[in-house]
Every structure is written in C-alpha cells, then in structure tokens.
C-alpha cells in the first residue's frame, strides 16, 4: 500500500510538472537604465509604456513591468547575474565584460545596440592640456572605473601613447562616479576632480562655462563612430522568455523609431522625465548632432573588444560581432 502510494504520489508530481509548461513567461520584468540623454531609447520607452504595448500585443498583457536606475554598468551586473533584473542598458564596457564571462552559462548577449555618442573627456583645469598632463592630486570621474567605456578608452589612448604595456597607466587618475556626480564635483571648483569623461547631456552643459575645455574625445581615439551605449540580457531569459524577449525588441525598435521620426517631442520627453537643467532647444541640438545617433546597429565594436583581448581583460574574442549580439539584429550593417 505504501509502495503504491509513493507511486501514484509520483505520478502526480509528473502531472503537476507536465501541467506548468517550460515555457511559461515571467509574471514581472525589469528594466533598468542609467542617466544621460544616450539611454533616451529606455526613457521613451518607459514614459510611453512602449514595452507594455508590446507585451499585450504578444498576449502577456497581465505581464507587470518595473523600472530601476543603476549608477554603472557593474552594478547591473551583478543585478543581471542575480535576477533581479532581467534586460540591462549600459556601457558596451560593463556588456562585453559579461558576454566574456558568461560564455557556455548563462550566454549573456546583447539584444541591439541603443547610441552612439562621443564620449568627451572635458576638464576644468587650463593647466591640463592633455591626459599626459594628469596628477595624483587632478582626478578625473568616470562612470565605472576601468569597466566603463570611457576608462577603456582612456586605457586605449594610454596604450597609443606610451605602449600597450602602460594600458594602465592612467587609471589611477579615475574616479568611479556617476554622471551627474562627476559634474557637479569637476563644475563646483574645489577639490581633486577637475575632469570628467562625460557623454550627452552632461559634456554639453560642462563646454557651456568658458573655464571647461576637451582633452580627450572618444571618437578620434577609436577612429570613428562608436557604439557607447547597448542593452543586454541573459540567453537564458531569451530562450525562457520568448514572447517577453520579442516585446522589448519591438519596444527598443518602436522607441528608435519615434525618436527619430519626433525630435523635438523626444527633447521635451527627456527633460520632462530627467529634469535636467537645460534648455530643450539644447538637448534638441544634441538630438540633430550627427555626431549622437540613436540607432540599433553595433558600430566600430570589434575594435573595442580586440584592444580588450589583447590586454588580458577579455579571455574570449568573438570572430564577428554578431557572436556579441541576439539573431534579431544580424540584418544590420554591424561592424
């Protein structure tokens, strides 16, 4: 009697099991951001509430979304790895650190490229001409210090001037910062940060005092346009997730393509959303520079993991970029 019903208590665990597809969607998704005018894709699609309209499209209209705001890419790293976020925006540093690391796991890629944007190391110091010109006591902030894209690009100019030994060599200059903390501590005067490696809005706003001048920009180190800012989730999630996975692909797309299509509507979106302190005809000026694309093609990203590579602090490197990226964004001109 036991034995029998041990058996009928197992086969009714096998029907419970079979009962809850493997494909069943999560009940709740987060998103996360970080600040600045390059994750405008994220915030129009947040204030818009593109990703809800495209989960009710795919039938997961009962499916809750939330929003979070990390400081760095690290930070939502760890957020990533632990589920407490499930699609992540960020610097291509804190991205392809993970892709590396996640290879045959959890298979972090990233879903689309968001902007590319320069990112200008700007400086309130006229003594300090060039990064060769930092010292112990002129800091520069960075969001992500030797993680982000701005520290490895500062490890990039490094290695053209002094060798691809000293990579290293002025990440000791770095202060991990946000945005809009680097700002305030390089603009207020006082004390050792007189840089920061800024991206939109913030370097706009820093050139505007005649004290700031640019030693560094991020485009002519690379060589051209580079993709700054991406978003990124775990092959796991995808493959779990499929219809959830395909709802944030078409918001990010239908987001890009507002934006695009609606400028000074997305000026005023953003100013709206980030009360920044800025006039919208300047963030509408960010928004034509041809130098801030907001797009979903992955530009000039091999040249950024290759350096990585051969440094050391990127184990694996990926025969094309398209390894780095979800199928959904393979009919791009990537490079």
């Known amino acids: 009697m036991i034995a029998s019903g041990l058996r009928l208590l197992g086969l009714a665990a096998l029907c419970i099991g079979l009962a809850s597809p493997a494909s069943a969607e999560v009940a709740e998704l987060v998103l996360t951001r970080q600040y600045g005018l390059s994750y405008l894709t994220f915030e129009v699609m947040r204030e818009k509430g593109l990703v809800e309209k495209q989960l009710a499209a795919a039938g997961l209209g009962a499916t809750k979304v939330n929003w979070t705001t990390l400081s760095d890419g690290a930070v939502q790293n760890d957020a990533l790895l632990s589920g407490t976020v499930h699609v992540a925006a960020g610097g291509i540093g804190a991205f392809v650190t993970l892709w590396d690391k996640t290879r045959g796991s959890l298979d972090v890629k990233a879903i689309s490229a968001l902007a590319s944007t320069p990112a200008l190391l700007n400086v309130r110091d006229d003594k300090v001409k060039t990064i060769a010109d930092l010292k112990d006591d002129k800091r520069v902030g ?34 991990n910062l946000s945005h809009p903390l680097a700002m305030q501590a390089m603009m207020s005067g006082a004390g050792e940060v007189i840089g920061h490696f800024a991206t939109v809005p913030y370097s706009f706003m ?8 640019t030693i560094l920009n991020s485009y002519d180190v690379w060589g051209g346009k580079q993709t700054l800012i991406v978003a990124w989730t775990t092959g796991k999630f995808a493959k779990e997730n499929p219809k959830t996975f395909g709802a944030v692909v078409a918001a990010i797309r239908e987001a890009t393509d507002w934006i695009n299509a609606n400028k000074p509507a997305a000026a005023k979106l953003y100013l709206d959303a980030s009360k920044d302190k800025i006039a919208e005809s300047d963030v509408l000026a960010m928004l034509n520079d041809p130098q801030n694309e907001l797009t979903l093609t992955p530009q000039n990203m091999m040249k ?3 350096f990585k590579h051969q440094i050391g602090t990127m ?9 780095m990226f979800f199928d959904v964004v393979h009919n791009l001109p990537g490079s």
Do not use: R
């Open 142 to 175: 960075v969001p992500g210090a030797k993680v982000s894209p701005q520290a490895i690009t500062l490890q990039y100019a490094a290695a053209k001037q002094l060798g691809e030994a000293n990579y290293a060599a002025y990440d000791k200059y770095t202060v």
């Open 206 to 213: 820093e050139l505007k005092d005649p004290k700031v001048h």
């Open 304 to 306: 950024f993991v290759a």
């Open 315 to 323: 184990k694996n490197l990926p025969a094309s970029w398209k390894d």
